[in-house]
């Protein structure tokens, strides 16, 4: 009744369930949603990057500490964009204008992104910021092989393309 008098056509409430449950997204679900290598949040992110030529990669642990904040917001998966815009907007509004052009979104970022920030703008922190990125790159290889290789029979079905071990190492 709410529906069609704000205006929703009576065919179209028609066909909606009669009973709908919600139910509370808890921390692991939120994870879940950013370990999800389509996850539109994470993505967007990376290219709003690489529009200035910096790679930006997210290490688990950092994962964790976003759904984390997500969680404690209590906005559901919403939530999860607000607390990334968050933590690194200080990080798009000066990383463009400095030779830094690898971002590896660590703990130590979430936890506290304006020293950290002010450590790599110095120049400071440049071998442990590399050498952190590469640790998260490896971390993310891993990640994406592992979950090819969990939705191997889905990505199959759904692509026509049989994937091989072969195929998964060069993807």
């Given at each position: 009744?709410?529906l069609?008098?704000?205006?929703?056509?009576?065919?179209?409430?028609?066909?909606?369930?009669?009973?709908?449950?919600f139910?509370?997204?808890?921390?692991?679900?939120?994870?879940?949603?950013?370990?999800?290598?389509?996850?539109?949040?994470?993505?967007?992110k990376?290219l709003?990057?690489?529009?200035?030529?910096?790679?930006?990669?997210?290490?688990?642990?950092?994962?964790?500490?976003?759904?984390?904040?997500?969680?404690?917001?209590?906005?559901?998966a919403?939530?999860?964009?607000?607390?990334?815009?968050?933590?690194?907007?200080?990080?798009e509004?000066?990383?463009?204008s400095?030779?830094?052009?690898?971002?590896?979104?660590?703990?130590?970022?979430?936890?506290?992104?304006?020293?950290?920030?002010?450590?790599?703008?110095?120049?400071?922190?440049?071998?442990?910021?590399?050498?952190?990125?590469?640790?998260?790159?490896?971390?993310?290889?891993?990640?994406?092989?592992?979950?090819?290789?969990?939705?191997?029979?889905?990505?199959?079905?759904?692509?026509?393309?049989?994937?091989?071990a072969?195929?998964?190492?060069?993807?």
């Amino acid at each position: 009744e709410d529906l069609i008098e704000f205006g929703f056509e009576t065919e179209f409430v028609g066909r909606l369930p009669v009973k709908a449950v919600f139910e509370r997204l808890v921390e692991e679900d939120l994870l879940n949603i950013l370990q999800n290598p389509n996850n539109p949040i994470i993505l967007n992110k990376r290219l709003d990057f690489a529009t200035y030529g910096i790679e930006i990669m997210f290490s688990g642990e950092a994962l964790k500490l976003l759904a984390k904040k997500a969680f404690e917001e209590n906005t559901g998966a919403r939530g999860l964009v607000s607390v990334i815009e968050q933590v690194l907007i200080p990080f798009e509004t000066k990383l463009p204008s400095s030779n830094i052009r690898h971002f590896p979104v660590t703990p130590q970022v979430i936890q506290d992104p304006e020293t950290t920030l002010s450590r790599w703008l110095s120049g400071t922190d440049d071998d442990q910021r590399m050498k952190d990125f590469e640790i998260i790159h490896n971390e993310n290889v891993t990640g994406i092989k592992r979950y090819l290789t969990d939705n191997r029979k889905n990505i199959t079905a759904q692509y026509g393309l049989p994937l091989s071990a072969y195929r998964i190492d060069k993807i």
